[in-house]
């Protein structure tokens, strides 16, 4: 008798624990929840205020003051230039135990479920939010935004988790956005990365000369994510103007091709955004012209740098590279062949991508190459002088 009451004791005092606990749980988590909810908007409307190419170093500070707390910085950090990034996650990706940078908030979701289930079914929603900008020589020259949540989705057959993502970053110069721009907007992308895996993705990425208005709308994120009864679970749910650009612009891109028009292979941007977009810019004579043998219409053009007007340090002064003309660019009656003759001089502005030291090919675009006189220079120097960024942006985790 006597051990049957002390285990009904033990069960009492068992229960109420676990009344208590999921007490708590139904009480801290959704509270933690809606703090971290409140402090991402108020982060998200910070990067919203900084305007590009006119905040200044002190606009920068105040933002670093504010959120000293969840900030850091790489290396230095002045205002001749910092990296600055601002960093949240919920109650259950601060435990070192399943800490996301590891990879263990994935490793709980796979090996014990039950433990994110439950956190799930209290209102937790397994999130991180990341804001970064970037001041060059007193001025914010770059602004990002990041939100990811952890999806529990399931059917009738099975249950899986995967990760949703949403990006907003600056990109110094086009070549950096992974897809060749809309020619209705060349300063700024949409998109989803292909092969993505156990993830929903999606992205906007814009330069620093991007519309105020145009990157306003790219950082639109619905952070209620955080705190919905019903969990976001599409790209839509999370950005949703850059997704619903993205669908009008993939139907369009697929008409065009049915069509069999490509205009984002053509030459649509004048030599001042060249000068300042592209990663390098050389004057340089034709030596011969030649037509390939690849059979796709491109032009084989040796060329002698004569001046690097920016960048280009892989070509030697004087040395000697094939530059492969698109065959969009030979369509042009002033880059036939015939017209390319040795002892002519020519702008050259293209994208870092591949030249090295052991390829002495260089790929270029359907802009080049650029006519030589006073009009086509000057803005291509124009557009040089705009350029003040590095050769990249330091992105880091």
Not at 173 to 188: D, K, S
Not at 266 to 294: I, K, M, T, W, Y
Not at 315 to 324: G, S, Y
Not at 355 to 365: F, G, L, M, N, R
Request: charge should be neutral; hydrophobic fraction near 40%.
């Amino acid at each position: 008798m006597g051990t049957i009451l002390r285990w009904m004791r033990v069960t009492r005092i068992v229960a109420i624990l676990l009344v208590s606990l999921a007490m708590i749980a139904a009480v801290s988590i959704p509270i933690q929840q809606g703090i971290l909810r409140w402090r991402a908007e108020r982060l998200l409307s910070d990067i919203h205020a900084l305007q590009l190419g006119k905040s200044t170093w002190i606009d920068a500070q105040k933002i670093m003051t504010r959120w000293g707390a969840w900030g850091q910085y790489k290396g230095i950090c002045t205002q001749e230039r910092c990296s600055y990034q601002i960093e949240m996650e919920d109650f259950f990706g601060q435990i070192p135990t399943f800490n996301r940078k590891t990879g263990h908030v994935w490793d709980a979701a796979q090996g014990w479920p039950w433990l994110l289930r439950t956190y799930e079914f209290f209102g937790g929603r397994s999130a991180i939010v990341i804001a970064r900008f970037e001041v060059i020589r007193d001025v914010v020259w770059a602004k990002d935004f990041v939100f990811g949540l952890d999806v529990d989705e399931k059917n009738a057959e099975e249950r899986w988790d995967y990760l949703l993502f949403g990006s907003a970053n600056t990109e110094w110069r086009t070549e950096r956005f992974g897809q060749h721009a809309e020619p209705g907007h060349p300063e700024y992308v949409v998109g989803r990365p292909g092969g993505c895996e156990g993830c929903e993705v999606v992205y906007a990425r814009y330069t620093p000369y991007a519309s105020p208005k145009d990157v306003d709308r790219l950082l639109d994120f619905d952070l209620e994510c955080l705190t919905r009864r019903n969990p976001c679970r599409h790209a839509i749910d999370i950005m949703p103007a850059t997704q619903r650009q993205l669908i009008t612009e993939r139907t369009v891109r697929e008409k065009e091709i049915d069509a069999g028009r490509y205009p984002w292979s053509e030459c649509l941007s004048p030599p001042e955004f060249l000068g300042r977009d592209q990663a390098n810019v050389v004057l340089a004579q034709v030596e011969s012209a030649h037509l390939d043998d690849r059979n796709d219409g491109t032009l084989d053009v040796d060329f002698r740098l004569l001046d690097r007007m920016k960048r280009a340090t892989f070509w030697n002064q004087d040395a000697v590279r094939t530059v492969i003309l698109p065959a969009r660019a030979t369509e042009d009656p002033s880059r036939k062949m015939s017209v390319l003759v040795p002892g002519q001089k020519f702008i050259l502005a293209f994208r870092s991508l591949y030249p090295v030291e052991s390829t002495k090919s260089i790929d270029v675009d359907a802009c080049n190459p650029i006519s030589l006189n006073d009009q086509n220079l000057n803005a291509i120097l124009r557009g040089i002088r705009r350029d003040v960024f590095p050769e990249t942006r330091d992105f880091w985790p």
